[in-house]
């Protein structure tokens, strides 16, 4: 799967542990899809290593939506810590699982 735009978005509960900001819009490449995470399948990927604050940190994401949507629940983490938790929009995702 070729490099995935992901943006995080603000929502209820959402967390960010470097600077609590949300962060800007960044890439994510070597998407393995159809992962499952106890039960719910989705996508695990590695942030681009270009300038931003989560470059190079993996990531996991799960459908927020039953109907197949842009936007997902997204983990990003350096090493075994989560630094972002929440929702996002995706541009270039594909649920190719059934």
Request: with cysteine; hydrophobic share 40%; proline share 5%.
């Amino acid at each position: 799967m070729e490099a995935v735009v992901i943006t995080p978005i603000d929502g209820w509960g959402f967390l960010e542990s470097i600077d609590g900001e949300l962060a800007e819009p960044f890439e994510a490449c070597e998407i393995e899809s159809g992962v499952d995470f106890e039960g719910i399948k989705g996508w695990r990927g590695k942030v681009l290593p270009k300038k931003h604050k989560y470059a190079g940190m993996n990531l996991q994401m799960t459908p927020r939506h039953v109907e197949e949507t842009p936007v997902v629940v997204l983990w990003v983490f350096d090493g075994e810590k989560t630094v972002f938790s929440g929702m996002a929009e995706t541009t270039g995702l594909k649920r190719d699982w059934k």
